[in-house]
């Protein structure tokens, strides 16, 4: 269940998507989860009494465990070390930890198998294929993982015309109403 792309959606996680690199007028964009990911993941599939983590200091290095209680087994652990990030070193090494080792229970281990996306960009902000600026993280992440999904595809029809939606009350509601339509359909 842990490494089940439908448990996730399951749990309310959805897929994230960070620039990876700027290249000429394109940019290399790659899916990603964080460490609160993989937290309401495991709170979900184990229940939060059922799971810990540790860290651990070893020739200076940090490793963390991710250990669950498995039924009929007791506890069993999976550890892998992190790497400094550039923005926050220790924190960002404690998270880098932690996603390892739960990428050792099978967690989120589906992302390296899908494919970057391409994008054209604007100095350095992603543009949709029809240019439109996708500014915020939450942007990104739901045009790349809308190129194929009919929320996805709602999502990018809403980015596009973002400002005429705000503009115009009806056109707001009738895009919530289909968003909430959709996500009736897909339960």
Known sequence: M???PAVYAEAGIERKWRVLRVFGNQCEVVAYHDARDVQKLL?????????????MNIN???????SINV?????????????????????????????????????????YDLETV???????????????ELKTPAQLSAYCNGLNTEMGKLMQIY????????ADAKALAAMTEIKNFLGRVRE
Do not use: H
Request: with cysteine; aromatic share 10%.
């Open 118 to 132: 391409i994008l054209p960009v604007r100095g350095k902000t992603p543009l949709t294929q029809n240019g439109k």
């Open 60 to 66: 200076g290095k940090l490793y963390m465990s991710v």
């Open 159 to 166: 980015i596009a015309f973002e400002k005429e939606f705000r």
């Open 2 to 4: 842990l490494s089940d």
């Open 71 to 111: 039924q009929d087994e007791g506890w069993i652990s999976k550890t892998d070390v992190g790497t400094e990030s550039n923005v926050e070193k220790v924190k960002g090494e404690a998270s880098d930890a932690l996603k390892r080792a739960a990428v050792m229970w099978g967690i989120f281990r589906n992302l």
């Open 43 to 55: 709170d979900y599939v184990c229940g939060p009494e059922n799971w810990a983590n540790e860290a």
